[in-house]
Each structure stands twice: as structure tokens, then as C-alpha cells.
């Protein structure tokens, strides 16, 4: 794990701690746990991304190919993640994004909008 990822996990974690008296028990899980889930979402869509790639750049795999139009397609349909078990996040609604807008005084809105993100996907789904 990078120097980078501790520090913001650290921050992470020392933001939960501040909200733990900021917020009632009650409530504390609705903060945090949309944060994980984001997390954990985005950490597997970035698994299947890079397997597919290395299955394009695989010449005895039926994926192969160098056609960048087709590698762009194959990276962005979205039906290509489902059928492995995870999503397509966007880049804005990814928890490299928010890492690396973590400094900017409107974070809160990022996080509002790559929660809504999430939301629209979760309900495709359904």
C-alpha cells in the first residue's frame, strides 16, 4: 500500500473518530458505512478493470485484441462488470477520486454526489 493510501485512510479514520462524538450512535453507521461500501465497490471495479485488460492483452484469450476502439467498448460496457460480480463507478463516483479531492473545501459535496452516484447504480440493478 503507498505512503498516499495510509495517509488518507488515516484521515479517514481520525474523521470517523471526530464523528463518533459529533454525531449519536444511532446515526454513526449511516456516515461510515456508505464510505466502506464505496471502498470496497471501487477497490473490486478496479479488479475486473485491470482483468480485462490483461485478458485483451492476452493473445490466446478470446478477449484479445489491439483495436483501442474495442478495448475502449470492452473497459467501459457496463454489462462486462455485472456479469463479474461488480459495477462500472465512474471516475467521479470512484474513492481514488475522492483521495484525491480530499483537500478541496467542497469535498462534502463530492462524497453527496458519488453517494447519488451509487445509488443510481444500485437501483439499475434492481
Not at 55 to 70: G, I, V
Not at 102 to 122: C, M, P, S, Y
Request: glycine content about 2%; charged content about 35%; proline content about 2%.
Amino acid at each position: 500500500m503507498a505512503k498516499a493510501d495510509i495517509d488518507f485512510e488515516k484521515e479517514l479514520w481520525d474523521a470517523a473518530n471526530e464523528l463518533r462524538g459529533a454525531v449519536s450512535e444511532n446515526n454513526y453507521k449511516n456516515y461510515i458505512l456508505p464510505l466502506v461500501f464505496l471502498k470496497h465497490l471501487s477497490e473490486r471495479y478496479e479488479v475486473i478493470r485491470e482483468e480485462l485488460k490483461d485478458l485483451m492483452n492476452d493473445p490466446f484469450s478470446d478477449y484479445h485484441t489491439t483495436d483501442t476502439e474495442e478495448i475502449n467498448y470492452v473497459l467501459e460496457d457496463r454489462d462486462e462488470y455485472r456479469s463479474r460480480n461488480t459495477f462500472k463507478i465512474p471516475e467521479k463516483a470512484s474513492w481514488q477520486y475522492l483521495k484525491d479531492n480530499a483537500e478541496q473545501d467542497d469535498i462534502k459535496v463530492k462524497v453527496d454526489d458519488t453517494f447519488d452516484e451509487i445509488q443510481g447504480l444500485l437501483i439499475e440493478c434492481q
